[in-house]
């Protein structure tokens, strides 16, 4: 069990190791992913009377094999061999190591409350990565940034290449530090956690990613009304103030330390409106995806090769811009690369989890919720941006979706 939990380990901190020279952070932590995958496998292979699981009884992770064997079809058309053997190497990955965790899951019965740890102490650890060069330049320098007219954000990208997917990253696990939070009934501990609360939120708020504040506005939402739904209104009232005053307190932090020149997380998350300026240019990019999807509904371009294939379209933009490599929506993109079909199956994989987590919230409570609250920032990122691309993402998606495979199999049992 121990070396189980070390292995669980080892796959929330891929993200420390060794870039060996490599400019793109994605490529030696898919590589890792692999050889801890084969060393998974050695280790559950050893165990006394373990099997691997039929996964794909389980909706979501069946529609996922249908995805992956549409993108192992798009080789026979797609415009980019090289690309689509890369993008399905990767799919592959991640089925393989979702089959073997689910499996190892079932057989060990891993604690949620030591998971949960687990991902508070990574999510820890990745806010302080991301705060590093503030706090450094604290202890070498004292309080001069004080003055700075402005801060270099990408100076703040943490353990990943991108600030966007640092805070993203940071969101989709602060749902786990939430169920710490809920849990433990001392206001002591409650503190202890509201304390590390303060460095993901301090890390985010600074940063201001759209994407990500909305989806913390979202989980503070829903986690407030559960607060309220599933204790007395007292003791709701008091969690709700307490965990109130760490969230404000990490807010005017950030605010603080904004240069006046600087828009604040709230200004930033007021300024989503309906326009392709304050979207990034989001808007031409789906705009893009939707018109290759009407000309290719049944067979895209092939499985990873958007990226090729949306350079036609910005080309006619002008040579001052850059040609994007994703539609920033992981949805549109796998249409474009597969068909109507592909980006169906892709969502059914989330339709169908929101759905079983939704059905047994009265059974198993806090848990199923916290991991509804974590695959919803999830697709809410996936619905902005291009998360299956960064390994910093598909982990804890890999983890979500085992861990709720796990649940699904306790259901079965109970049932039998």
Request: charged share 10%; with cysteine.
């Amino acid at each position: 069990r121990y070396i189980f939990y070390f292995f669980i380990f080892l796959f929330l901190f891929f993200y420390l190791i060794p870039l060996f020279g490599s400019i793109d952070y994605s490529g030696p932590q898919w590589l890792y992913l692999n050889v801890l995958n084969i060393l998974f496998l050695l280790f559950l292979y050893r165990l006394p009377n373990f099997i691997f699981l039929n996964i794909f009884n389980f909706l979501p992770l069946r529609f996922f094999l249908l995805f992956v064997l549409l993108a192992a079809f798009s080789l026979t058309y797609t415009v980019n061999l090289s690309l689509s053997l890369q993008d399905l190497s990767r799919h592959i990955t991640i089925l393989i190591s979702i089959l073997l965790i689910s499996s190892s899951f079932v057989y060990f019965k891993p604690n949620f409350i030591i998971f949960s740890f687990f991902v508070v102490f990574t999510l820890l650890i990745e806010s302080i990565y991301s705060l590093s060069p503030l706090i450094l330049d604290v202890l070498y320098n004292g309080f001069g940034f004080l003055e700075a007219d402005a801060f270099n954000l990408d100076a703040f990208k943490g353990v990943s290449g991108n600030r966007n997917i640092t805070t993203a990253s940071l969101v989709v696990k602060i749902p786990f530090l939430f169920f710490l939070f809920s849990y433990y009934k001392n206001y002591f501990i409650k503190a202890f956690f509201g304390f590390i609360l303060f460095f993901p939120l301090f890390s985010m708020f600074f940063i201001g990613s759209r994407a990500a504040l909305l989806s913390l506005s979202l989980i503070v939402f829903f986690s407030f009304i559960y607060l309220f739904i599933s204790t007395s209104f007292l003791k709701s009232l008091f969690s709700y103030i307490f965990l109130c005053f760490f969230i404000i307190l990490a807010y005017y932090s950030s605010s603080f330390l904004t240069p006046v020149s600087s828009s604040t997380s709230i200004e930033r998350l007021q300024s989503v409106s309906f326009t392709n300026e304050s979207s990034s240019n989001r808007f031409i990019l789906w705009d893009n995806a939707l018109d290759y999807i009407a000309n290719h509904p049944f067979l895209g371009s092939g499985i990873g090769t958007w990226k090729v294939e949306s350079a036609l379209y910005w080309g006619s933009i002008g040579s001052d811009y850059l040609v994007p490599f994703h539609a920033h929506n992981d949805f549109l993109e796998f249409s474009t690369e597969l068909g109507i079909l592909g980006g169906l199956f892709y969502f059914l994989i989330f339709l169908f989890s929101f759905l079983f987590l939704f059905k047994h919230l009265g059974k198993f409570g806090l848990p199923i919720f916290t991991l509804f609250l974590s695959l919803g920032a999830y697709f809410v990122d996936s619905c902005l941006n291009f998360p299956f691309e960064r390994p910093l993402m598909q982990v804890p998606f890999i983890l979500l979706l085992s861990f709720i495979f796990y649940f699904h199999s306790n259901t079965k049992r109970k049932h039998e």
